[in-house]
């Protein structure tokens, strides 16, 4: 709904940048927090595509 302009949402920059029909609002506070998990099977460890991946994910979500 909020893509098509019925509401709010909280959203990671990034993500909302990317779609211009989204304005971003500053409410002079904090966003919410909020925890993401990334799991893999324990063989994968080593997988340097995964390596990148997570490598990745953590800079964009602003955590690295």
Same mark, same amino acid.
């Not at 029909?21 to 324990?42: C, I, S, T």
């Given at each position: 709904?909020?893509?098509? =302009?019925? =509401?709010?949402?909280?959203?990671?920059?990034?993500?909302?940048?990317?779609?211009?029909? !989204?304005?971003?609002?500053? !409410?002079?506070?904090?966003?919410?927090?909020?925890?993401?998990?990334?799991?893999?099977?324990?063989?994968?460890?080593?997988?340097?595509?995964?390596?990148? !991946?997570?490598?990745?994910?953590?800079?964009?979500?602003?955590?690295?």
């Amino acid at each position: 709904m909020w893509a098509q =302009g019925a =509401g709010f949402a909280v959203l990671p920059c990034p993500l909302g940048d990317a779609n211009k029909r !989204l304005k971003r609002f500053d !409410l002079n506070e904090a966003p919410p927090g909020r925890d993401v998990w990334l799991a893999y099977h324990r063989d994968l460890k080593r997988v340097a595509r995964l390596r990148a !991946l997570l490598d990745e994910t953590i800079s964009a979500l602003g955590e690295g």
